[in-house]
C-alpha cells in the first residue's frame, strides 16, 4: 500500500486517543460505576476484588504479549488489535448477566490498556522527531486523564439515572469506532509497512555473569511494580464506592471529583516530569508514593468534600506518571552500578 504523508501531530493524536480510550474505559470505567452495577448484578465486594486482581494479572500478561505481538506482526496492528478487541469487550459487558464472563471481559479490557501502550515507543520513533519524542509521550502517558473525564460525564448523565448498561455500549461503540479510524490512518501513513523487526539482542561474553549481575535489578523492578499496583488501585477501585454507599454522597459529586482527577492528570505529567528533569526520577518516584499516602490519609481520616477533592487532586499527581517513570529510573540508574 502506497502511505499518504499524514501530519504527525495527527497520528500523535491518534496514539493518545488509542491509551486514553483503552486506559480510561477498559480500566477506569469499572470503578466509577461498581454502586450501580451491583444494585442491578448483585455482586459483592470480593467479586470487585477479584476482578481487580484479576486485571493486574492480565495486564502483566498482555504488556508481556504485545511486546512478542510487536516484532511478529508489527506495532501498528498490535495497537488497532488491542483497541478493537476493547471496544468488543465493553460492549459486551452491558448484554451479559453472567458474572464469570462479565469478569472475564473486565479483565481483558482493562488489560489492553498495557497491549495498547507498550507499542507507542515504536510508534512514536517513526512519527515523531526525535527532539519531540519526550514530549509526544507525555501526552500519550496522560492520555487516561482524557478518558476519565469523559466517565465522569457519562456516568452523571446516565449510571446516575440507573442506565449504567449505556454507558458502556456509548463507550464500546465509541472504541471500535476508534479502531476503524486508526486502522484507516495507519494504514494510509504506511505504518502497517515495515513494523516487524526479528532482531535480536546479541549474547554478551559471560552470558550467566551478566544474568547474575541484572538479577538485583529484576528484583528491584518487581518490587516497584508490585508498589505501583498496591497503592493506586485500592483507592482506584474502592473510591466511587466509599463516598456513594458508605459516606451517602451523590452520584454528581462522585462524577465531579473524577472529572477533577481526570483534569488533574492531563497536567500531572508534565509537572512531575519537571521533578523527575531536575531531581531525578528517584524523587519524582517518592513524590508519587508521598501523593498516594496523602490521598488515602485525606479520605479516610475525614472525608469532607473539600478533603475529598483534595485527596482526589493527590491522587492524581501520583496516579498518572508513576508507571512512566519506572523505566525512567531503572535506564538512568542501571548504568550506573552495572556498566
Known sequence: MTSVRIPGNVLVAVMIACVG??????????????????????????????VTGLVQFSTVAFAMLATWLVHRVGAARTVVASVSLCGLCLSGIPIIDNLYVVAGLLMVAGATGASTFVPMINLASRVVRAEQRG??????????????????????????????????????AATIALAVVTHILFGRAGLFDSGTSDETLAPTAGGSASLRSIMPWVKLIFALGFIN???????????????REELGYSVGFASWLWATIGVVGISAGFAIGT?????????????????????????VLN??????????????????PIYGLLPAYVSEAAPKRYE
Not at 229 to 243: D, E, I, N, V
Not at 303 to 320: A, H, T, W
Request: net charge neutral; glycine share 10%.
Open 303 to 320: 472525608p469532607s468534600m473539600e478533603l475529598s477533592i483534595l485527596s482526589g487532586i493527590f491522587f492524581s499527581l501520583g496516579f498518572y
Open 21 to 50: 480510550t483503552c486506559y480510561g474505559f477498559g480500566l477506569s470505567l469499572f470503578p466509577q460505576i461498581i454502586p450501580d452495577m451491583r444494585k442491578d448484578l448483585a455482586f459483592d465486594y470480593a467479586f470487585v476484588g477479584t
Open 135 to 172: 514530549f509526544a509521550m507525555s501526552l500519550i502517558s496522560s492520555a487516561p486523564a482524557f478518558g476519565v473525564l469523559i466517565n465522569s460525564a457519562l456516568v452523571a448523565a446516565y449510571a446516575g439515572n440507573g442506565h449504567w448498561q449505556m454507558v458502556w455500549s456509548l463507550t464500546g
Open 229 to 243: 499496583g498496591l497503592m493506586p488501585y485500592p483507592y482506584l477501585t474502592y473510591l466511587s464506592p466509599f463516598l
Open 275 to 299: 521533578i523527575s528533569s531536575r531531581l531525578g526520577s528517584r524523587y519524582a518516584m517518592l513524590t508519587c508514593y508521598s501523593s498516594f499516602l496523602a490521598a488515602g490519609a485525606l479520605v
